[in-house]
């Protein structure tokens, strides 16, 4: 099919509808791709399996070292991961909900660069700047077990408890069984069921080396594939002039502070994005570092193309309003880039999509198992690797049964609910112990925590009861959850003298 923009946007609309292009998101993409496009699709996915088996074999050479290095190079790579690895595997972990991302864009125009993109490069530098140095002087392994040397052991449990809610992958989960579903038709339920056994199949064996190795080829394909859909439509319909001119795209898309929504719920997004300073992903790859400068260079180098990928995805989304104006949100990017790509490059996008989400479904299926195996586990089972993939594979099984609840939501809503729990609860807690340590007790940590958590499940229950809507107005869940972590700070300082420092 040939595309084409005869200078008046009303007439290519039209020309537009006249042509072959689907607009129906669920139609199976497996018509549209070509045996060159097979070739190259297989090609990436056999690029990653080869990433996983080297890590895998990497990994058993360290099977007659002594335990404790066994468990070290599982979790951390033995704090041997260096720039390149850092930034492709911090870049790839952190971009598994491109359906989320684009879909927002889709709907709500610039105002998602704002909420998606400009409130998390923020929480990026602060990360790099005051916490990378504080987080590896601690010689911890895991987030929870950083929680444990700051403020104790009951801490560390609630920790993990806490983490482990914030990285079920059931938007992951939902996304790999849309992107199947979309290339094959059939039942979502058994693609999301088929995607998670295909995952757990290699994110279970070889440690994080393995994940690491496979982000690496993921990192590679993802940015290249978003780079080409902008590519061929700026040489097919024409730059932002052309957008700009565009009946199918709102002039309200092109304001990025006017997303139809209240400033609460903006305000919202800025702080769901300093979920960044207690997400257990950056905590792994920061202490998985060969040191601290590695570290905080990864994350200034991984901010700069998360600005190139956003840039690509928010102006992909853009072309796909103005080309399927009719279309599902929640697809019709990945609907209108495999239309407009020529054979070959369709196969190559279309593994760009999937390495998009796998690297961040591996990986945070790799870190449940780990936060199940090594911090929550009983003491008999602390560390073992078997016990590690058992963990792993649970958690994948609660996250699948999960997705029951929330296939009638929008897809940013969920990553919104998971994030904005742990978030609301850990964000103060930790940050306070960082600025003055010692100053909040074990038990103090918890029962600020605790209060969060009963403070935002509250709000929520009272939500789904009463019709209070206009009273709720501008108010999020996740603005009652901080309120409730203040009373254990609080009391923290008010019973406690500061210490010096070991």
């Excluded at 094959?184 to 339920?189: D, R, T, V």
């Excluded at 990025?256 to 792994?284: C, H, I």
Aim: proline residues 3%; aromatic residues 16%.
């Amino acid at each position: 099919m040939t595309l084409r923009f005869d200078g008046d946007c009303a007439v290519y609309v039209h020309l537009f509808k006249q042509t072959e292009l689907h607009v129906n998101a669920s139609i199976q993409i497996l018509e549209f791709l070509s045996r060159a496009d097979w070739l190259v699709f297989a090609g990436v996915l056999l690029g990653t399996l080869g990433a996983v088996l080297y890590g895998n074999m990497r990994q058993s050479k360290m099977k007659h070292h002594a335990e404790e290095a066994r468990m070290l190079d599982l979790l951390l790579m033995g704090r041997r991961l260096t720039l390149p690895l850092f930034t492709g595997t911090l870049v790839a972990t952190w971009y598994g909900g491109i359906f989320s991302v684009t879909e927002y864009a889709y709907d709500y125009g610039l105002y998602s660069w704002v909420t998606q993109g400009f409130f998390w490069y923020v929480a990026y530098l602060i990360f790099a700047f005051f916490l990378v140095h504080r987080i590896r002087d601690t010689h911890a392994r895991t987030m929870p077990d950083l929680l444990e040397k700051l403020f104790g052991p009951r801490s560390g449990k609630m920790g993990a408890w806490l983490n482990l809610f914030n990285v079920l992958p059931v938007i992951y989960i939902m996304s790999l069984g849309i992107f199947l579903q979309m290339v094959f038709g059939g039942e979502l339920w058994l693609w999301m069921v088929l995607g998670v056994l295909g995952v757990l199949a290699y994110s279970t064996v070889g440690g994080l080396r393995a994940v690491v190795f496979s982000d690496m080829i993921q990192f590679v394909v993802m940015c290249t594939a978003v780079i080409l859909v902008i590519v061929f439509s700026m040489k097919t319909f024409g730059g932002l002039g052309w957008l700009h001119a565009s009946p199918s795209i709102p002039k309200g898309h092109w304001n990025p502070f006017d997303g139809g929504v209240s400033l609460g719920t903006t305000l919202v997004w800025g702080l769901v994005a300093l979920g960044t300073l207690v997400d257990p992903n950056f905590y792994q790859r920061c202490l998985a570092a060969k040191d601290a400068k590695t570290a905080r260079r990864g994350i200034l180098l991984a901010t700069l193309v998360w600005v190139g990928f956003d840039f690509c995805t928010t102006f992909g989304a853009f072309y796909a309003r103005a080309a399927l104006p009719d279309a599902s949100s929640a697809t019709a990017y990945v609907t209108y880039s495999v239309q407009l790509l020529p054979p070959g490059l369709r196969g190559f996008f279309l593994a760009g999509i999937l390495a998009t989400i796998l690297s961040t479904l591996d990986s945070y299926l790799f870190l449940s198992g780990t936060i199940v195996a090594y911090d929550l586990a009983p003491r008999k089972f602390k560390g073992s690797v078997k016990f590690h993939h058992l963990g792993t594979i649970g958690v994948a099984c609660l996250a699948l049964w999960m997705t029951h609840w929330f296939q009638d939501d929008k897809l940013v809503n969920i990553w919104k609910f998971f994030g904005g729990f742990s978030t609301a609860c850990l964000l103060l807690p930790l940050l306070t112990g960082f600025a003055f340590p010692q100053r909040i007790s074990d038990m103090n940590f918890v029962i600020s925590c605790v209060g969060g958590i009963l403070a935002m499940s509250l709000f929520y229950g009272v939500r789904a009861v009463w019709d209070l809507n206009e009273f709720w107005v501008g108010f999020e869940p996740f603005y009652f959850g901080l309120l409730g972590t203040l009373p254990g700070i609080v009391v923290s300082f008010l019973v406690s003298k500061p210490k010096e420092m070991a």
